[in-house]
């Protein structure tokens, strides 16, 4: 069956350290992936999108890795703050009309 | 410019009863969805609507309907309400693009059917 599975429901972390995200997948052959950001109570937000062709983006202190070999998607925030407290998902393209969520992972940056 | 609207914000319903989860996008996109998210099982497609006057079913679209009113509007309609329809709704508008599509959300409808 498909899946896809964020490492852990929770990950705490101190201030200034690196917090790494895992999104595995089974069993889907995604043209792309994508991270978003959502905060209790809110939508998610689009933060970035990695195709499979590329083996990482980056956009200020985020960084995304793709390898369609290990079906593995990395997400990193380095010098973590506090703001970036909030639960993180991904997704990947079923079809070009279907995005497929993980049950997203909450991370919580102490100071 | 308010991107993706939805209402409302928050709704309780008996079992049995029906509602309309209202939304609209101001940014001209052709897709729009639906989603719903519950505790541990991520969001899930409930509908989408590839462009105006088509609308077709998503992952879990037993007990909704759907409307495409025009190509801003697109409400989800809950027929006779059940408690497994409590949780979190999320309509959503998507800008395609060659390298891949990207999805705006609105920011969420609480429903709660008793």
């Known amino acids: 069956s498909q899946k896809i599975e964020q490492n852990s429901e929770a990950l705490n972390i101190q201030e200034g350290k690196t917090a790494t995200l895992t999104c595995n997948y089974t069993?889907?052959?995604?043209?792309?992936l994508q991270w978003y950001r959502q905060d209790p109570g809110r939508g998610p937000v689009f933060l970035l999108l990695?195709?499979?062709?590329?083996k990482e983006k980056r956009k200020e202190r985020l960084k995304v890795t793709f390898d369609t070999t290990l079906k593995q998607s990395l997400f990193h925030i380095t010098a973590s703050q506090p703001a970036d407290s909030a639960t993180y998902l991904c997704a990947l393209d079923e079809t070009n009309n279907d995005m497929r969520f993980g049950a997203g992972t909450r991370l919580t940056v102490k100071p | 410019n308010a991107g993706v609207t939805q209402t409302p914000k928050f709704q309780v319903l008996k079992t049995g009863q029906s509602m309309t989860l209202q939304c609209a996008q101001d940014m001209n996109h052709n897709s729009m969805y639906w989603y719903r998210q519950d505790p541990g099982m991520g969001l899930r497609l409930i509908y989408y609507?590839?462009?105006?006057?088509?609308?077709d079913k998503g992952e879990v679209p037993n007990g909704y309907n759907v409307s495409r009113l025009n190509k801003r509007e697109f409400s989800l309609r809950l027929e006779s309400a059940a408690p497994s329809q409590t949780s979190v709704y999320f309509c959503a508008s998507i800008a395609q693009g060659a390298g891949g599509n990207t999805i705006y959300f609105g920011e969420g409808s609480w429903l709660t059917v008793v």
């Open positions: 990695i195709r499979e062709n590329e």
């Open positions: 609507s590839a462009s105006e006057g088509t609308t």
């Open positions: 069993n889907y052959s995604p043209a792309y």
